[in-house]
T-cell receptor, first 116, second 116 residues
């Protein structure tokens, strides 16, 4: 297991189209997070899962965004009816939450979305 | 929620000099403070972190200090080298497992340029 894997690395889509990204976390990690990063800014939290349960969603996550983690392993992030403002790097991270601690918070390389 | 401010936004130093980046946070519940280095087009990578029960931590040329009373923490890089050139992000989170889910709140980033 070489880390958090995200696919695709790049996606160019026309405005109004739907896109889906995939994240494969480190296998033993039970938490999975999605972040969005625009140029020159720090990553912004979108949502996170503990196993298959989606436990928190940011107000940044409009109703056009949906995320799933059906079997508690990989996760998908779908954006419907894309807008130019959705252009960003979408980062996934995973960690192992155990007891009162959270270990090994590791990011993937991200999916860069360009909406034209 | 948590708000993290980071300064400066850009920092240019001569090779061999020191670089200092400062962050402030707003949520007194935050007790875990990681620092990430992000090179162009790559994933954020954890370089050092500190927990609230420690005031200072050092790893070779990198050190982090934390002042919980003032709610600020700083990254210190000594003997800078050209390969230290990157964007650095500070982050904060409540370290205990609770509804916040340990999501990281990031600062806006500091672009560090080390001139040979």
């Amino acid at each position: 297991d070489t880390g958090v894997s995200q696919n695709p690395r790049h996606k160019i889509t026309k405005r109004g189209q739907n896109v889906t990204f995939r994240c494969d976390p480190i296998s033993e990690h039970n938490r999975l997070y999605w972040y969005r990063q625009t140029l020159g800014q720090g990553p912004e939290f979108l949502t996170y899962f503990q196993n298959e349960a989606q436990l928190e969603k940011s107000r940044l996550l409009s109703d056009r965004f949906s995320a799933e983690r059906p079997k508690g392993s990989f996760s998908t992030l779908e954006i419907q009816r894309t807008e130019q403002g959705d252009s960003a790097m979408y980062l996934c991270a995973s960690s192992l939450a155990r007891g009162l601690s959270n270990y090994g918070y590791t990011f993937g390389s991200g999916t860069r979305l360009t909406v034209v | 929620g948590e708000n993290v401010e980071q300064h400066p936004s850009t920092l240019s130093v001569q090779e061999g000099d020191s670089a200092v980046i400062k962050c402030t946070y707003s949520d007194s519940a935050s007790n875990y403070f990681p620092w990430y280095k992000q090179e162009l087009g790559k994933r954020p990578q954890l370089i050092i972190d500190i927990r609230s029960n420690v005031g200072e931590k050092k790893d070779q040329r990198i050190a982090v200090t934390l002042n919980k009373t003032a709610k600020h923490f700083s990254l210190h890089i000594t003997e800078t080298q050209p390969e230290d050139s990157a964007v650095y992000f500070c982050a904060a989170t409540p370290g205990m497992i609770k509804a916040a889910g340990n999501k990281l709140t990031f600062g806006g980033g500091t672009r560090v340029l080390v001139k040979p």
